[in-house]
């Protein structure tokens, strides 16, 4: 049997598509699992740099570098407003 020209750039073109659509398929799906990943990865970035703890703690408007107690806050009531701590008032029992 003997084929003409035409009838072997026909074959030869089969070939290359039965060939090369799986490759270009399977390129894509590596395409989109690297994005998903690479989407993954920005967004455990963002996570970790949003979970730093806040420069003051208690929120009594005193940083925690300087606050004598950094966990509970400040009472503002004009005594000792500057150690960070809540004020204890000593009372007299009277009323």
């Not at 009594?60 to 503002?76: F, V």
Request: proline share 5%; with cysteine; charged share 20%.
């Amino acid at each position: 049997m003997s084929w003409t020209h035409k009838q072997r750039i026909t074959v030869v073109a089969m070939v290359v598509l039965v060939v090369a659509v799986p490759t270009l398929w399977q390129i894509g799906d590596v395409r989109t699992a690297q994005a998903a990943e690479q989407k993954q990865s920005d967004l455990a970035d963002q996570t970790v740099s949003t979970q730093q703890a806040p420069a003051d703690y208690d929120g009594d408007g005193i940083n925690d570098s300087a606050d004598e107690c950094p966990t509970r806050p400040e009472t503002k009531n004009g005594f000792q407003d500057a150690d960070g701590c809540p004020d204890v008032v000593e009372t007299t029992g009277a009323s």
